[in-house]
């Protein structure tokens, strides 16, 4: 999902967090499918991902991955200006591994390539850590157990919750919990901010109205 918009999405997937004893090997396997990531430039067929919108958002996006190495996460690929491309505001795809989910990158939205590996203890550790953010947009519940999937999505607080992989419909109901979006957009819920209800209140039914329930 970094790769997408190079991660400059409000609903990219940019925290994992995973048992301890999945952790290495999740965390070697995002590395070397990051690292293998093409940048560069965003009009030519080979390029995978390209470059942040602005110069002040690639020094914003640094300054979180600075704050990352600083708070003691461990830094696993990426990080730097490919070495390759001297003009454009273009950042590595970027992976952090056991990242404390009270450090800066963990709580705040970098909207760059970067993502967070979080270590949790078990399953329902996980989805405490999932849960103690202030945003609750967009999360994913990655499982071969349909079950599981459904169990855990139920316990999770965000507005959508994907199975394998990112998912949004904005043809449905679309929007965040706690301090992310407000309302929702699409479907039937996204129509009811521009209607009013309104109730009249009568002493016997006429006999033209029809009444649905």
Do not use: W
């Not at 470059?51 to 990352?68: C, F, H, N, T, W």
């Not at 989910?101 to 329902?124: M, W, Y």
């Not at 999360?139 to 316990?155: G, H, K, L, M, P």
């Not at 992310?180 to 996204?190: D, H, K």
């Amino acid at each position: 999902m970094a790769r997408f918009l190079t991660g400059q999405v409000c609903s990219s997937l940019t925290r994992i967090v995973v048992t301890r004893t999945r952790h290495d090997a999740l965390l070697d396997a995002l590395s070397a499918s990051f690292g293998a990531v093409k940048v560069g430039d965003p009009f030519a067929s080979t390029t995978e991902m390209g470059p942040l919108a602005m110069s002040r958002q690639r020094d914003r996006v640094e300054g979180y991955i600075s704050k990352g190495k600083a708070e003691g996460a461990k830094l696993a690929t990426g990080g730097g200006r490919p070495r390759h491309l001297n003009r454009g505001y273009f950042i590595e795809p970027t992976v952090f591994g056991n990242v404390d989910n009270h450090s800066t990158i963990a709580r705040e939205e970098i909207f760059g390539p970067v993502l967070s590996v979080i270590p949790a203890d078990n399953e329902a550790d996980a989805v405490d850590i999932a849960n103690d953010t202030i945003y609750g947009l967009n999360a994913s519940v990655f499982t071969n157990d349909i079950e599981r999937a459904y169990a855990t999505a139920r316990q999770l607080r965000s507005g959508t919750v994907g199975h394998n992989s990112f998912r949004t419909d904005f043809s449905i109901a679309f929007g965040g919990f706690k301090q992310s979006g407000i309302g929702r957009e699409g479907s039937t819920e996204g129509l009811l901010p521009f209607l009013e209800t309104k109730t009249v209140i009568l002493d016997a039914m006429p006999a033209n109205v029809t009444v649905t329930y």
